[in-house]
Nanobody, 113 residues
């Protein structure tokens, strides 16, 4: 049974930073992992993705501010978020693409102006 457990969300003022973590457990084949987010009334959107080969891509809205990384030994995915703005407020979800997609439960990030 694959499980993804996110942590690190919270409330921060604009300009601040947060680091999200996603710990993966169970047996899986790694294709890619990613962070998505969903703001109230909006569709879930891709924030950042990292592939097995180490390639990273980012949504235009977070380029230069967010960094996705992965600790292979710990099976943990990270998202370092800097220069946060109120527009970054959302529930952030960890995604693992293996033989199928797995999702974490989500962690709330709230950025106040």
């Amino acid at each position: 049974q694959v499980q993804l457990v996110e942590s690190g969300g919270g409330s921060v003022q604009a300009g601040g930073s947060l680091r999200l973590s996603c710990a993966a457990s169970g047996r899986f084949f790694f294709n890619s992992m990613a962070w998505y987010r969903q703001a109230p009334g909006k569709q879930r959107e891709l924030v950042a993705k990292i592939t097995g080969g180490g390639s990273r891509n980012y949504a235009d809205s977070v380029k230069g501010r967010f960094t996705i990384s992965r600790d292979i030994a710990r099976n943990t995915l990270y998202l370092q978020m800097n220069s946060l703005t109120p527009e970054d407020t959302a529930v952030y979800y960890c995604n693992l693409n293996s033989m199928r997609d797995y999702w974490g439960q989500g962690t709330q990030v709230t950025v106040s102006s």
